[in-house]
């Protein structure tokens, strides 16, 4: 059974929390965990709180049929990065002109999955 748990609309480029997550692909929750809280990115927290929550929900036994699992035995089978909707903003420039400002969102993504199962 997998744990899934989203960030949608999170305030950050997917292009910058792209590489956080391939850095947690395939590793156990809690090493992904301690991976991440040693990172000065912002997206490493976004990433770090999106892990918890799929912990928590693994961790839940009211959704799991009455079983709850440790973060020593899940797996971050699939850590997702997609982009989300874009702002488009203006920036006033010289001679009357105009400047595009994209401000970008991203949608995280992740699904743990217990070694048992596995």
Same mark, same amino acid.
């Given at each position: 059974?997998?744990?899934?748990?989203?960030?949608?609309?999170? $305030?950050?480029?997917?292009?910058?929390?792209?590489?956080?997550?391939?850095?947690?692909?395939?590793?156990?929750?809690?090493?992904?965990?301690?991976?991440?809280?040693?990172?000065?990115? $912002?997206?490493?927290?976004?990433?770090?709180? =999106?892990?918890?929550?799929? =912990?928590?929900?693994?961790?839940?036994?009211?959704?799991?049929?009455? =079983?709850?699992?440790?973060?020593? $035995?899940? =797996?971050?089978?699939?850590? $997702?990065?997609?982009?989300?909707?874009?702002?488009?903003?203006?920036?006033?420039?010289?001679?009357?002109?105009?400047?595009?400002?994209?401000?970008?969102?991203?949608?995280?993504?992740?699904?743990?999955?217990?070694?048992?199962?596995?």
């Amino acid at each position: 059974m997998a744990f899934k748990a989203t960030h949608k609309y999170a $305030r950050i480029s997917a292009r910058k929390v792209r590489p956080l997550a391939d850095l947690v692909r395939g590793k156990f929750a809690d090493e992904a965990l301690d991976l991440l809280k040693y990172q000065p990115n $912002r997206g490493a927290r976004m990433l770090e709180k =999106v892990i918890k929550s799929a =912990v928590g929900n693994a961790q839940d036994p009211d959704q799991n049929r009455g =079983v709850s699992h440790s973060p020593e $035995r899940l =797996v971050v089978v699939d850590a $997702r990065v997609d982009g989300g909707p874009t702002f488009k903003r203006i920036r006033p420039r010289a001679r009357g002109m105009a400047f595009g400002i994209l401000r970008r969102t991203a949608h995280i993504r992740i699904e743990l999955e217990s070694i048992d199962e596995a």
